[in-house]
């Protein structure tokens, strides 16, 4: 399994592009985004668990419920969500457009909006752009469209893995925004993910699902699960690996391609959190079984006095032990042990339910690195879990202070 | 039913008292309180549902469990928590230094740390303090005692109330702190409520429970739940009442006016939360049923999203829906309508599933005031329900960026 470029066009048969049509007003920055496979794909997606759905989360929910796929087209600037009747018909506008110009089925385009909420969308923006959109997808349109989904995030987050399944080489390929509006259940974030295996729809989302539980669905940046949280991936088999069709070896060289990538863009998403200065990256080892050992670590990482302490790089590892203490999991404080590293060492903090007298100026500096990791030990069994998440500062306060003007 | 001075001394029989014993350091600031009955009383507690619980909350939970007490010691400035075997047994010396002090048995004293988590207690400054704090025990000890109990809390929160039950006047009073680590479990924070009803310990307790789901319990100002949540309530019959022993229409009343301190309570709590410029509260109406609506408009003011933009004075009701659809609660998002009011007046923003064009410099003008109204009106039923939280700030974000220097 190798790192490779190219984004969502690394795997074969696909292309993308990113233009500037309008919705983000007064900005000539790239606002719509379009990743296509020149054959239909098997499909496979993951929603928002938010009651409250966006109009293009419903749209796109139909749209893949046959298992198939071909195109996605992503807008950033308005979320379409709590917009009633007339967003749902801007959403089916925006669908259509793309289906018409690309020569599609409509039902073989699936759409994502992110953006602010509550505010109707510029469709007639979007339906002029789609021409222009279309006519220039190319296999290095990933550079585009990977800004183009962007909202309040400062860098981009992209990644492509080249592995090997049943003799043939097949590479996976994945754009995704994050940042704000992020909890667990499907972080709020739009994500495409493409690939040039062969698997049947039905192994395609299982193998989501099962990825999903141990990537995407580990990251936090400020406990808001968002309207508009859509996750697909496209498969379109052009690199002629045995079809995968039930959960053999190939597939789980398949998961494991999967979760290489989705963690990598967990990681991306938590550390370009609104505002965050700091990644924090929390593992938990010891703990009854894999899932509650994740459940502690995401309480951590959602924390806003955890998140406030990283971001003064103050070791107060209380606020640690109290998080994981209202997790719903059950484990013993009096066995538990709390080191903090990053690039500048290790420190330990909390050893067997006891506090350590530990050096705070060696501890401040190994917390004034990018990546902080939070390992804690506890002795209740062999689980091990991690999840991601973001330091809490004025910058998140004052980009959502007032976020809509 | 009427509001009066005094607090937690109002009701007959109650004495307090608050001292700077040097938990504290460097600062002349009270930190250490004692609120003491004349005679033995009916007691019931409410404690944190955080499964790491600080030392003094495992010690009155055990000094509770016969339904009696007779005093109330309490400290700010450490939490004694994560604190291990060392902690508890400072815990213990605390309540037997205050019984010898008081000639009482160590089991009628109960104890509240608060403070910063995992560093060891004072527990010499305490027991040097005691005599002090014993000796000074006055009808007007509530305003020094009110005071010992902050932390980062900028107003004291007191108050006091009296009714009639069974012709006989009977007083409520309360003190408690806030104001950070504070979720809808049981709110970080120490309270203690006097009465000198006559009730047993067991409709003492049934009438603390009940109260504690509409007021304490709907209370968020970080969706940490702290390791020392403790609510006590003392009640020394000295009123004369005819004992309440079951649940008649005397029960009622006093249910009633528990009610109404712990409201007021509650509104002080989340409106002096940590760095707070404004108190928010969110009524629901219309819900399946009350504790659907409470579960909603908890959803609402729990959101980092939400209380950011209410910093910002902007009225960003879309992420009012998306909290509510995170909530887990089912309801009708297409028949819901949003307001948000104040001394200022009323603007509706979002009405049966529609956003509204309003004025957004009105809109600002209703956010500038220090309480604001989220109203919220579905179509699901007769449940209401109300909850209280506050506005996320950069202050917030200082306070707990370096808590423990």
Chains 1, 2 share one sequence.
């Not at 993308?16 to 098997?42: F, M, Q, W, Y």
């Not at 997606?45 to 409250?52: D, I, W």
Request: hydrophobic residues 40%.
């Amino acid at each position: 399994m190798q790192i490779i470029d190219g984004g969502v066009c690394a795997p074969a048969g696909f292309t993308a592009n990113g233009i500037h049509c309008g919705i983000k007003k007064g900005r000539s920055t790239e606002d719509l985004a379009l990743v296509e496979s020149e054959v239909p794909c098997s499909a496979a997606a993951v929603f928002t668990k938010n009651l409250v759905k966006a109009e293009p989360v419903k749209l796109t929910k139909k749209h893949i419920s046959n298992g198939r796929a071909q195109a996605v087209v992503l807008n950033a600037g308005n979320a379409n969500a709590c917009t009633g009747e007339q967003g749902y018909q801007a959403a089916r506008r925006m669908a259509n457009a793309a289906a018409v110009e690309l020569g599609l089925p409509e039902q073989d385009v699936l759409i994502c909006s992110t953006g602010v909420i509550g505010q109707q969308i510029n469709i007639d923006a979007i339906e002029s752009g789609i021409p222009e959109l279309c006519a220039g997808l190319s296999k290095t349109g990933n550079v585009l469209a990977r800004k183009a989904i962007l909202t309040t995030d400062t860098q981009h987050k992209e990644t492509a893995i080249e592995t090997t399944i049943g003799g043939k080489a097949v590479k996976l390929g994945t754009m995704a925004k994050g940042s704000g509006m992020i909890h667990i259940n499907m972080g709020t974030m739009l994500s495409v993910i493409t690939t040039d295996c062969s698997i049947t729809p039905r192994m395609l989302n299982a193998a989501l699902r099962e990825s999903v539980e141990k990537t995407y669905n580990c990251v936090s940046v400020d406990g808001d699960t968002s309207t508009n949280d859509t996750l697909i991936i496209l498969a379109n088999g052009l690199s002629g690996n045995p079809l995968i069709s039930r959960k053999n070896a190939n597939y789980r060289v398949f998961v494991d391609a999967l979760n290489t990538i989705n963690t990598e863009m967990a990681r991306k998403i938590a550390g370009d959190g609104e505002g965050a200065e700091h990644l924090l990256e929390c593992t938990v080892i010891g703990a009854k079984n894999d899932r509650s050992a994740r459940a502690l670590a995401k309480s951590v990482i959602s924390s806003s006095l955890v998140k406030a302490a990283f971001f003064g790089k103050d070791a107060n590892w209380g606020r640690i032990l109290c998080a994981m203490g209202y997790s719903g999991e059950c484990f013993n404080p009096e066995k538990a042990s709390v080191f903090f590293n990053s690039g500048s060492g290790e420190v330990a903090v909390f050893e067997k339910g006891v506090p350590l007298n530990f050096d705070e100026e060696r501890a401040r500096i190994i917390l004034s690195e990018g990546t902080v990791i939070i390992k804690i030990v506890i002795e209740d069994g062999v689980g091990t879990g991690t999840a991601w998440g973001c330091d809490l500062t004025y910058e998140y306060v004052k980009i959502n202070g007032d976020y809509r003007t």
